[in-house]
């Protein structure tokens, strides 16, 4: 849904920005996220509003890039915004009359009369034709296209109520006091939706350590690795921690985390939001791969090991438009190869009995059931234990069935994957 309001937001500079910050995101030779950084820097003159605008309008293009290529006739960025502003923001010429000098308002009268051929379905779903033919072959047409079209809508803001410093009904009274609209996430215990978007890095709440930004399908990630107090568990691939730190309130600050990556830099945000989280149960330990030899001496120690493993991150569209233009089938080919060694790795750290959780934030079969699939037949000493009775035992009502599927148009969440394997001897 829009936030845009044209008449005291755009103008000619704030749409000449948004082009610039458009062209350079467009290259395709670096994440979104990170070239919009980069952009900000370098325009530290833009207020809030600008910089939101900016943000929503590249975003907004990404997620619906071959349409708006199509009535703008090419990729030329101040087109593509344009586009985006008339054809999926609704604004109409004279709402941005004001704003657009005579070449613009032709390029406008062009965009307005073009209109797709609606039998197009993969221009219908905005996505290149390899992910879309990979997702109609796994889903059929009609389905691949309702999930599709769910990712054209941004993500709405989740967050974690930190069970270390508050209760979920701490969260929603204090933010209640401040007529700020939250709902209940449905599925995760801990979880609040907000209605609005709002800058939730300021909060109190949230500087206080007693929320934490996280998708409901994240935090029902951490339900699923059920870890009990006082246990061993190993977060494989933790990255920024957002599971590690949800797994670690769980328990209530009892038993030990270990949160491996091979990434400093993310090892380092992790650092940050494990000051404020409170907890003093996760250590944090850097890796040169997979195969470093100092988780030698931890093999057969852990109650649990996550291993939410680096993927296509195509379950994340609504908030990474970009990486659907950016993935290639090639990179599925590598990704598929590296899942499977670090899973095959971190099985070695479960001991008996205990349980490996594997999961990702992607849509293809590759990634997922072949994953897990494969892992079965190659390790015969794990067995599968259903992800719906898993949840039940927690009290969540959600049986996607014996893996856990999460999908926007579903159940509101990111797309994510999950299998649990337990380790039977
Ligand atoms: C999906 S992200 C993890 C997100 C994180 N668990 C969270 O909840 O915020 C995958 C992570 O795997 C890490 N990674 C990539 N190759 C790895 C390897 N060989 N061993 C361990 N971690 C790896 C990446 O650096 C990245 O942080």
Redo the contacts with the bound molecule.
């Keep these: 849904m829009s936030t845009i309001k044209p008449t005291n937001v755009i103008n000619p500079n704030l749409l000449r920005l948004a082009s610039m910050a458009l062209a350079d995101v467009l290259t395709g030779t670096g994440p979104a996220d990170a070239k919009l950084g980069w952009f900000f820097k370098q325009n530290r003159e833009l207020g809030t509003k600008d910089r939101a605008f900016v943000a929503e309008s590249v975003y907004g293009v990404l997620r619906r890039k071959s349409f708006l290529a199509f009535v703008s006739d090419g990729e030329d960025p101040r087109k593509l915004l344009l586009a985006w502003l008339l054809r999926v923001q609704g604004m109409s010429m004279r709402d941005l009359d004001e704003s657009l000098n005579k070449q613009q308002k032709e390029w406008a009268q062009e965009i307005k009369a073009k209109t797709p051929d609606p039998a197009n379905a993969a221009m219908q779903a905005d996505m290149p034709e390899w992910l879309w033919e990979t997702l109609t072959k796994q889903y059929g047409e009609a389905e691949a296209l309702v999930i599709a079209r769910s990712m054209h809508l941004p993500a709405p803001l989740d967050l974690r109520a930190n069970l270390v410093k508050a209760t979920r009904e701490d969260v929603v009274a204090k933010f209640a006091s401040e007529n700020t609209e939250v709902a209940l996430t449905p599925y995760s215990p801990n979880g609040l939706r907000m209605a609005e978007k709002v800058t939730i890095s300021r909060h109190k709440l949230f500087t206080d350590g007693k929320i934490e930004v996280q998708d409901e399908g994240?935090q029902l990630l951490a339900q699923l690795v059920a870890p009990r107090r006082g246990e061993m568990i190993a977060?494989?691939?933790?990255?920024?921690?957002?599971?590690?730190l949800a797994i670690g309130a769980l328990m209530r600050n009892t038993g030990r985390i270990y949160a491996?990556?091979?990434?400093e830099k993310?090892l380092q945000n992790l650092g940050v939001r494990l000051k404020r989280s409170g907890l003093s149960n996760l250590h944090s330990q850097l890796?040169t791969?997979?195969q470093d030899p100092k988780l030698k001496r931890l093999n057969g120690k852990f109650d649990r090991v996550?291993v939410?493993?680096?993927?296509s991150?195509l379950g994340t569209l609504r908030r990474n438009p970009d990486l659907k233009w950016r993935q290639t089938p090639q990179d599925i080919i590598e990704l598929t190869a590296?899942q499977t060694?670090?899973l095959t790795r971190a099985a070695k750290l479960v001991k008996a009995g205990g349980r490996l959780i594997y999961a990702?934030?992607s849509l293809l079969q590759e990634e997922n059931e072949q994953i897990a699939e494969a892992f079965l037949v190659a390790n015969v000493d794990y067995k599968l234990v259903p992800a719906n009775e898993i949840l039940a035992q927690q009290q969540i009502e959600l049986d996607t069935g014996k893996y856990l599927k999460l999908l926007p148009h579903l159940h509101q969440t990111d797309g994510f994957f999950a299998a649990v394997f337990e380790r039977t001897a």
């Design positions: 994240s977060d494989f691939c933790a990255g920024a921690g957002g599971k590690s491996f990556d091979v990434s993310r890796i791969s997979e996550l939410d493993a680096p993927c991150g590296k060694r670090i990702t934030c």
